[in-house]
């Protein structure tokens, strides 16, 4: 049988329970105190804490539901913008400089240009069997259009790989809704002309990544 101190405790402890704020009061405050704690410096502002529909269903405690991930799956799939002139391959060369290169979008920068910026790929793949330093977040890519049977970047038969790897470089949310992968299109990190130079780093024949 329970003493009348403890009784008084765990209604205490239940008033307690009733009292404290939702999710939602939660989330608001948690957002206040992150705009509160953050303030504009340099090229690296507060803009930056305000999340789509991506960022904030991917950043919960739980899986977004199926048809949140697909909504978000068909919304970054219409976002894709494909290159000007169907020119999806560039050079294989200045695409390596892009994938070693780490630099961009930080408040020392003098711009958010895309043109400053590097793609970092070497951060998350392997890609060249040359490069001894690599991150392991994301799949190896080296091989990655040999193994695809890419002989000629500019067969028609290779043409769904292309615009798959494009869509993936452009917005990675289109065919993951909770993809770690730098949207490097959708939110201008990169420009079409530097896509079309990681693109033939991944596709070219000639590439290292495809020796």
């Not at 994938?99 to 711009?111: E, F, L, V």
């Not at 958010?112 to 001894?132: D, F, R, V």
């Amino acid at each position: 049988m329970k003493t009348l101190p403890s009784l008084v405790l765990g209604a205490v402890a239940l008033a307690g329970c009733a009292s404290l704020p939702g999710s939602a009061e939660l989330d608001a405050q948690a957002l206040a105190m992150l705009q509160a704690s953050f303030r504009d410096e340099g090229i690296a502002t507060t803009q930056r804490l305000n999340q789509d529909l991506g960022q904030q269903a991917c950043s919960s405690d739980q899986q977004p539901s199926e048809a949140v991930a697909k909504q978000i799956e068909t919304e970054a799939l219409a976002s894709i913008k494909w290159p000007a002139g169907g020119q999806y391959i560039g050079d294989w060369k200045e695409g390596e400089k892009l994938a070693q290169n780490g630099r961009g979008m930080t408040w020392t920068d003098k711009s958010a240009a895309p043109a400053s910026n590097g793609a970092s790929c070497y951060n998350c793949h392997q890609i060249s069997k040359e490069e001894l330093s690599f991150g392991s977040i994301g799949p190896s890519l080296y091989n990655y259009g040999k193994i695809r049977g890419v002989k000629d970047v500019a067969d028609p038969a290779t043409a769904p790989i292309v615009q798959y790897t494009w869509t993936k470089l452009w917005n990675s949310k289109a065919y993951n809704a909770c993809s770690n992968m730098p949207r490097f299109g959708h939110m201008g990190l990169l420009d079409e002309q530097q896509i079309r130079h990681v693109m033939a780093l991944l596709l070219d024949p000639r590439s290292p990544v495809n020796q």
